[in-house]
């Protein structure tokens, strides 16, 4: 049997069909732009390192809203197509089910967005069932185990959330303190600061009436003034 070789340009054109572009995330960002066809490194608080083409760079954390993965493991994959069609405790317990695995191996994981991103999915998915207990469990072991991450902030905020509404006022004002620390220690956007400042003027049980408001008023005068600049 004869073989027929295709010329150089043709072969490459045609594996390039079959196996689709090398690159395939994409980075949404906040001013309505994407980043398209790159391959997302690590995710860390104050940036996302990505390669496009040959090109290594880094866009702020500050400025992504949100990132699309093309390729997972097979467990996060499976678990966030569950989460797609409805089935949030199938997906919860294939993404607790990685989590636990990678962090009992201590294996690197093949991407090294993975991790951070299947735990933050899971203090997502316990929101969304409405388990506070393992909404906490699974912001705890962010927290402890990715304290790099971009989805640091957001776990803190719904861990404090879930202590709150749990009848852990106390428990919840802790938790934005530590937020807190995270933020002056780390120099992050004034935006979190916000944020766990608001979250700890509704949860402290100790201001209450005029005292909230005034403080609330206070805080909204700052973000007025911050967005306006």
């Known amino acids: 049997m004869r073989l027929q070789l295709l010329p150089t340009g043709l072969a490459t054109a045609a594996l390039a069909l079959l196996t689709g572009p090398l690159f395939a995330d994409t980075i949404y960002l906040l001013n309505g732009k994407s980043l398209e066809d790159v391959s997302v490194g690590e995710v860390t608080l104050k940036e996302v390192n990505y390669k496009s083409g040959s090109k290594r760079t880094t866009v702020k954390t500050d400025d992504v809203l949100r990132i699309e993965y093309s390729a997972k493991s097979s467990l ?67 927290i402890e185990n990715a304290p790099e991450s971009r989805h640091l902030p957001a776990a803190y905020l719904a861990k404090a959330e879930a202590q709150y509404y749990s009848g852990q006022a106390k428990a919840a004002v802790k938790t934005l303190a530590a937020l807190e620390a995270v933020v002056k220690s780390q120099n992050l956007s004034q935006r979190w600061d916000l944020e766990q400042e608001l979250a700890s003027l509704v949860y402290d049980e100790k201001v209450k009436g005029k005292k909230l408001r005034d403080a609330l008023d206070r805080s909204e005068e700052h973000t007025s003034e911050l967005q306006s600049r």
């Open 76 to 142: 996060v994959d499976r678990a966030d197509t569950a989460a797609a069609e409805g089935q949030l405790l199938d997906a919860i317990d294939d993404l607790q089910t990685f989590v636990d695995g990678m962090i009992e191996s201590g294996r690197t994981p093949r991407y090294k967005w993975e991790l951070p991103y299947a735990m933050h999915r899971l203090v997502e998915l316990h929101l969304q069932v409405g388990d506070a207990p393992g909404l906490i469990a699974a912001a705890d072991k962010l």
